[in-house]
């Protein structure tokens, strides 16, 4: 079971709890994540998911812009849904997880 399954399997299911789990392993973890967001310019968005605050949130067309065509297709692949839902899942997802990942606001 990975990291995440437990964190929003109740939410979403198992089935893409483990793929989210294994998405965010493959952007290497929680600190890979946040430093592909900052390096789009979405620092304060995925920073607010890390703090103890509450949460920014994302579009499907930041998502988009910060993980990049073939890592969208791959995960809605993954899934059986097409990229745009593919960042559109993520979007509602994965501000989620990473708070949840960080409870005391340290990555």
Same mark, same amino acid.
């Given at each position: 079971? &990975?990291?995440? #399954?437990? +964190?929003?399997?109740?939410?979403? &299911?198992? $089935?893409?709890?483990?793929?989210? @789990?294994?998405? +965010? /392993?493959?952007?290497? $973890?929680?600190?890979? +994540?946040?430093?592909?967001?900052? !390096? /789009? $310019?979405?620092?304060?968005?995925?920073?607010?998911?890390?703090?103890? &605050?509450? @949460?920014?949130? *994302?579009?499907?067309?930041?998502?988009?812009?910060?993980?990049?065509? %073939? !890592?969208? /297709?791959?995960? &809605?692949? =993954?899934?059986?849904?097409?990229? #745009?839902?593919?960042?559109? =899942?993520?979007? %509602?997802?994965?501000?989620?997880? *990473?708070?949840?990942?960080?409870?005391?606001? @340290?990555?």
């Amino acid at each position: 079971m &990975g990291l995440f #399954d437990g +964190i929003v399997g109740g939410v979403v &299911g198992a $089935g893409v709890a483990t793929i989210l @789990n294994d998405f +965010i /392993q493959k952007q290497g $973890g929680v600190r890979g +994540i946040v430093a592909q967001f900052e !390096k /789009q $310019g979405l620092g304060p968005t995925v920073k607010s998911w890390v703090s103890t &605050g509450e @949460n920014q949130p *994302i579009t499907p067309d930041q998502v988009h812009r910060a993980v990049g065509y %073939e !890592k969208l /297709q791959e995960l &809605g692949t =993954k899934l059986g849904i097409s990229v #745009d839902q593919a960042a559109a =899942k993520l979007s %509602e997802l994965l501000p989620q997880a *990473i708070d949840k990942a960080t409870p005391r606001g @340290n990555v």
